[in-house]
Nanobody
Framework: QVRLLESGGGSVESGGSLRLTCEGS????????MGWFREAPGKLREGVAV???????TYADSVKGRFTISQDNAKTTLYLQMDSLNSEDTGLYLC????????????????????WGRGTRVTVSS
C-alpha cells in the first residue's frame, strides 16, 4: 500500500510563497503519476499540478506561471513550489498517486488516483 505524507503548508500573506513536499513510500509498481490536488472551502477537490510517469507536468489554468511541480530523482518525493499566492489558493492540499505508465488522458482528474495523503493546509490572507 503506497503511503503519502504531505508537509510544508502554513499561513502566508497574499503574494507570498510556500513549498509543499510529499514523501512517498511502499511503492509496489515501477511507474506512477503523482500530483497535487486541493480542497477549498465549499468547493470540490480539484487538480492543481501533476507529473506523469514520463515526467510531463500538467497544471490547472489558475496556477500556471505561479506554481511549479517537481520530483526527486528517485520519483518518490514530490514538491510544489507555490509563488504569488492569493486568497483563492487557500485550501487543503493533498498528494495523490496512481500506478500507471505513460501519459494520462485526464491528468488532473482526481477520480483516477488510487492513493492519497491526508493533506497539508494552506491559508493565504489578503
Amino acid at each position: 500500500q503506497v503511503r503519502l505524507l504531505e508537509s510544508g503548508g502554513g499561513s502566508v500573506e497574499s503574494g507570498g510563497s510556500l513549498r509543499l513536499t510529499c514523501e512517498g513510500s511502499d511503492f509496489t509498481y515501477d511507474a506512477y503519476s503523482m500530483g497535487w490536488f486541493r480542497e477549498a472551502p465549499g468547493k470540490l477537490r480539484e487538480g492543481v499540478a501533476v507529473i506523469d510517469s514520463e515526467g510531463t507536468a500538467t497544471y490547472a489554468d489558475s496556477v500556471k506561471g505561479r506554481f511549479t511541480i517537481s520530483q526527486d530523482n528517485a520519483k518518490t518525493t514530490l514538491y510544489l513550489q507555490m509563488d504569488s499566492l492569493n486568497s483563492e489558493d487557500t485550501g487543503l492540499y493533498l498528494c495523490g498517486a496512481k500506478a500507471f505508465r505513460g501519459p494520462l488522458r485526464q491528468p488532473l482528474a482526481q477520480h483516477d488516483y488510487n492513493y492519497w495523503g491526508r493533506g497539508t493546509r494552506v491559508t493565504v490572507s489578503s
